[in-house]
């Protein structure tokens, strides 16, 4: 996925409504009524937030008679955990370097024989 691509999905998740609606959409698709329901805010604003997940590629919408529903794009999320991924697994790499560094100076030393009294004068 594009760096152009990756700001603006980012960008749409930004936001916590935006980020509702994706959950919801993952459920199943929905019209702008259905994503509308659990917000106290105009249906207009909601268009507008839907307008910015098509923008990022998120979501698509079809028209179905009279119905106008909207649909998750999941292979666009898809694009977003692969990159996400890389980063986590070399971050997970390093950690447990990191764990097997700590985990090596951490073991218990021997115990040193006791000198004889003799050594000690």
Same mark, same amino acid.
């Given at each position: 996925? @594009? =760096?152009d691509a990756l700001d603006k999905a980012f960008m749409a998740l930004a936001d916590p409504?935006? #980020? +509702?609606?994706? +959950?919801?959409?993952?459920r199943g698709d929905a019209t702008v009524n259905e994503l509308a329901e659990p917000f106290t805010i105009t249906k207009q604003a909601v268009s507008k937030h839907i307008q910015v997940l098509e923008h990022a590629g998120l979501v698509t919408r079809?028209?179905?008679? =009279? #119905?106008?529903?909207?649909h998750l794009d999941a292979a666009a999320l898809e694009h977003l955990t692969a990159w996400i991924d890389q980063y986590r697994l070399i /971050?997970?790499?390093?950690? #447990? =370097?990191?764990? =097997?560094?700590? %985990? /090596? %100076?951490?073991? @218990?030393p021997h115990e040193k024989p006791a000198k004889k009294k003799?050594?000690?004068?």
């Open positions: 996925m @594009e =760096q409504v935006r #980020r +509702a609606m994706v +959950a919801r959409l993952s079809s028209r179905d008679a =009279q #119905r106008r529903p909207v /971050a997970e790499s390093r950690y #447990r =370097q990191l764990d =097997q560094l700590l %985990g /090596a %100076g951490t073991e @218990e003799e050594e000690l004068k």
